[in-house]
C-alpha cells in the first residue's frame, strides 16, 4: 500500500493526545480508568512498532483515532457518561448505554484497519478478507472479555461487577460480543457496496471513454 503523507497522521496523533491527557487529568476513577488503559497503551505499543512495516489509508487511521477517542472518555467517566441520560431518555432505556456504542463501534471502526492489515500479509480473496476481518473482530471482542474477568478476578475481585460494568443485565458479555459483531457486518457491506459502486463508475467510464476514441 502507497506511503501517505505524515501530516494528517501527526495532527490524528495530537488530537488524540489532547483527549487522552484530558481523560487522563481527573477520570471519575483512577483506578478503574487505570485497568481501561492497560490494553490501550499494549495495543498502542504494538502499533507503533507494526507502523514501520505496514501502511493504511486515511479512513482506516481515522477509525482508529476515533474508536481509541471514544474509548478514552468511555474511561475517563468509567462507561457512565453525560450522554447516557440522554440516551436513556430518547430510546426508554433501563441502563447506561455508552459502553453498548463502544463495543459497538469497536466493530464498526476497527474491521477496515483489520482488512487493509490483512491484505497486506496474505493473499486470499475479496471475500476472504471480509470473512476473516470480522471473525477477527468477534474473537477479539470475546478475547477482550475474558481478559476483562481475568483482570478483575486478580487485582479487585470486589469491585467486579463494576468494572465490567454488567449493570444488572445478565447477557451483558454475549450482548457486548453481539454488538461488535453487527459493526463490523455492517461496515464490511458498507465497504463493499461502496467498492462496487466505484469499480461500476469506473467501467462505465472506461467505457465512455473507449466509445468517443473510436
Not at 158 to 182: K, N, R, V
Request: hydrophobic share 50%; aromatic share 18%; charged share 15%.
Amino acid at each position: 500500500m502507497k506511503r501517505l503523507s505524515q501530516w494528517p497522521l501527526l495532527l490524528m496523533i495530537i488530537a488524540y493526545t489532547a483527549v487522552w491527557l484530558w481523560a487522563a487529568w481527573s477520570p471519575v476513577d483512577r483506578f478503574g480508568w487505570f485497568l481501561e488503559n492497560l490494553l490501550l497503551v499494549l495495543f498502542l505499543v504494538i502499533f507503533i512498532i507494526l507502523h514501520r512495516s505496514f501502511s493504511f489509508s486515511y479512513f482506516a487511521y481515522f477509525c482508529i483515532l476515533l474508536f481509541l477517542t471514544l474509548h478514552t472518555i468511555g474511561a475517563h467517566y468509567s462507561y457512565r457518561t453525560p450522554i447516557d441520560p440522554w440516551l436513556k431518555q430518547w430510546f426508554e432505556l433501563d441502563r447506561a448505554y455508552y459502553d453498548r456504542v463502544v463495543h459497538f463501534s469497536f466493530g464498526f471502526l476497527m474491521v477496515i484497519p483489520l482488512k487493509e492489515w490483512y491484505q497486506q500479509i496474505i493473499k486470499v480473496t475479496p471475500k476472504m478478507y471480509a470473512f476473516i476481518s470480522i471473525t477477527t473482530i468477534f474473537s477479539a471482542g470475546a478475547f477482550y472479555e475474558l481478559i476483562e474477568m481475568w483482570v478483575t478476578m486478580i487485582v479487585d475481585p470486589a469491585s467486579g461487577t463494576t468494572f465490567i460494568g454488567i449493570q444488572g443485565d445478565q447477557w451483558d458479555t454475549q450482548h457486548d460480543m453481539e454488538l461488535a459483531l453487527y459493526g463490523s457486518t455492517i461496515m464490511i457491506l458498507i465497504a463493499t457496496l461502496i467498492e462496487k459502486i466505484k469499480a461500476r463508475s469506473s467501467l462505465m467510464q472506461q467505457k465512455n471513454s473507449d466509445h468517443i476514441k473510436s
